[in-house]
């Protein structure tokens, strides 16, 4: 009967390989920076003490659209066309970057040192196909989740869970400004201007009494009352000998 009836071919999930879980939860920083999350980037804690019993593996950071997060396989290796950032979002979902070796996450952390890690920050292979684990700008606002996965060889040996969904900034639309019909922006113009006239008033008044203060310090100099002036007259002497002037 099954033979008869036929069936369709089935095709199965691909094989997650096991690999241990470590008890860490990738988080943002808490260290007092700017920008922990931009609109292409975001900051993490470094998973120090985490991969102790794992000195010979490579920890890789895997980031993924939130939705598609719990869907990664962990068997597909980095540097690959399933893992690339740069078909990251679509048609990959998640791209693993910030390859180190344990060396770089010495247990205990150093005191006085920032130890994070920016993920987004390399721009210069953002489109360069040849550097499929570039640590390249986030394409959008997300949200994403992230974890770490120790690989020894191609073999995942150790991984953290998934962070929390960590969603970057947007930047706010033209439309969104609040105008002059916001009650906030309409009370700030009405102070503004009556504030501009209380200002002219001022202003004027002041020229005004400059220029009454110096029209009377001009006038006390200038146009005082004047002295009376008399004009003598003077006769030359020969005219009183001509006596055609005595008539």
């Not at 804690?45 to 598609?68: E, G, H």
């Not at 202003?203 to 220029?211: D, T």
């Not at 203060?213 to 004009?231: A, I, L, P, R, Y």
């Amino acid at each position: 009967r099954g033979c008869s009836e036929g069936s369709a071919p089935s095709t199965a999930p691909p094989r997650l390989l096991p690999a241990d879980k470590v008890r860490h939860k990738p988080a943002l920083t808490q260290e007092k920076l700017e920008g922990v999350t931009t609109a292409s980037t975001f900051v993490l804690d470094q998973p120090r003490c985490v991969f102790n019993n794992y000195s010979t593996a490579v920890i890789w950071l895997v980031v993924a659209l939130d939705k598609d997060a719990y869907a990664f396989n962990n068997s597909a290796g980095p540097g690959t066309n399933e893992t690339a950032f740069q078909r990251f979002p679509d048609p990959v979902h998640a791209y693993m970057t910030l390859n180190v070796t344990l060396n770089s996450y010495p247990c205990p952390k150093p005191a006085g040192d920032i130890t994070v890690l920016r993920v987004g920050s390399e721009t210069s292979c953002a489109q360069d196909e040849t550097r499929p684990t570039c640590n390249g700008p986030l394409p959008g606002p997300g949200p994403y989740r992230v974890k770490f996965l120790a690989l020894e060889g191609s073999v995942p040996v150790a991984e953290t869970y998934w962070s929390a969904p960590i969603t970057l900034r947007t930047a706010k639309s033209p439309n969104s400004i609040p105008t002059t019909s916001s009650g906030h922006s309409a009370g700030m113009i009405a102070i503004t201007t009556i504030l501009s006239i209380l200002f002219a008033i001022l202003l004027a008044g002041l020229v005004a009494m400059l220029v009454f203060w110096g029209s009377d310090s001009c006038g006390s100099s200038t146009f005082g009352k004047q002295e009376s002036v008399s004009v003598r007259r003077y006769n030359t002497h020969h005219v009183y000998d001509q006596p055609a002037a005595r008539l």
